[in-house]
């Protein structure tokens, strides 16, 4: 296995998500935003410095956290604005040797009014061909989209999308509700979740959480010590001999998509470090059994 990160919720410039990066030991980060800009939305001239300063310390790109297909949009907005971003996505990813997208179904729709399921379906099916078509693989994520209202909802994105593959997440179940399910609608169960889909996996993205309430955000923990069952889950991609990366994007410090009141940068740093150092004793632990 190979181990990255989303390191802007370390840093938000790149000189800093390269050296937490190095402290770690790793090879690979996981390339999202960039002093606030997606990486497939900077500027050709910015886009090239990046690649420099990779090359230079010697880092690589494990994945592109794309906004494609993301909760940011809706299944209406302009389909011109998904191409476009496959359009600057693909030369940046052959550029870096990236292997994978991570892409998503559009932002969920109120439950029980309509989803324009055949839509997103169409629309996923469009962005899975031309990665394909250009060698490299979108992986759709199990979050706050389509895809991600429940196991079934992404099985069934598994049949509409000829060769689809996945990113799972271990800890976006936790604020999930079932909606394959009968209301009042449970909480997803991560585990059950992973077994699944676990056939279509390619990438796994390992965070962590706890819902101590009915409706809001879950307090977001340490890995393995929330509800997405993240040691049961490593331990079986070790006793499977998974071998693909494992990145984490821990939010203990930092949420990418949140605007926090307050922002504290050597924290957010300090608690990456930390999560990452943790998470790989965890790995480690699980590999040793």
Request: hydrophobic share 35%.
């Amino acid at each position: 296995m190979k181990l990255t990160g989303f390191t802007d919720e370390a840093a938000s410039g790149l000189d800093q998500q390269i050296q937490v990066t190095k402290e770690l030991g790793w090879e690979y980060l996981s390339a999202r935003m960039i002093d606030g800009t997606n990486i497939h939305d900077l500027t050709e001239e910015v886009f090239e410095e990046v690649c420099e300063k990779l090359e230079t310390a010697n880092i690589k790109v494990a994945e592109f956290g794309t906004m494609i297909g993301s909760w940011a949009k809706t299944i209406h907005s302009d389909w011109a604005l998904t191409e476009a971003e496959i359009d600057r996505c693909i030369p940046r990813m052959q550029r870096l040797g990236v292997q994978y997208a991570r892409v998503m179904t559009y932002a969920q729709c109120t439950w029980g009014e309509n989803q324009f399921e055949q839509e997103r379906f169409k629309r996923l099916r469009a962005i899975n061909d031309r990665f394909a078509a250009a060698g490299l693989t979108a992986v759709h994520e199990n979050c706050m989209n389509w895809g991600g209202f429940s196991a079934d909802h992404t099985l069934r994105l598994l049949e509409e999308v000829p060769n689809l593959k996945l990113v799972f997440d271990t800890g976006n179940p936790v604020f999930q509700r079932d909606r394959s399910k009968a209301p009042p609608y449970p909480w997803q169960n991560a585990l059950e979740f992973y077994h699944q889909v676990k056939h279509a996996i390619a990438h796994v993205h390992i965070k962590d959480g706890i819902m101590h309430q009915e409706e809001g955000e879950p307090e977001y923990t340490f890995a393995g010590k929330g509800q997405g069952f993240t040691k049961e889950i490593v331990a079986d991609l070790v006793a499977s001999g998974y071998d693909g990366f494992i990145a984490i994007e821990p939010h203990v410090g930092k949420v990418f998509h949140t605007t926090a009141t307050e922002s504290n940068p050597e924290r957010e740093y300090q608690l990456y470090l930390e999560y990452g150092k943790d998470f790989e004793a965890l790995l480690n632990n699980a590999i040793s059994k």
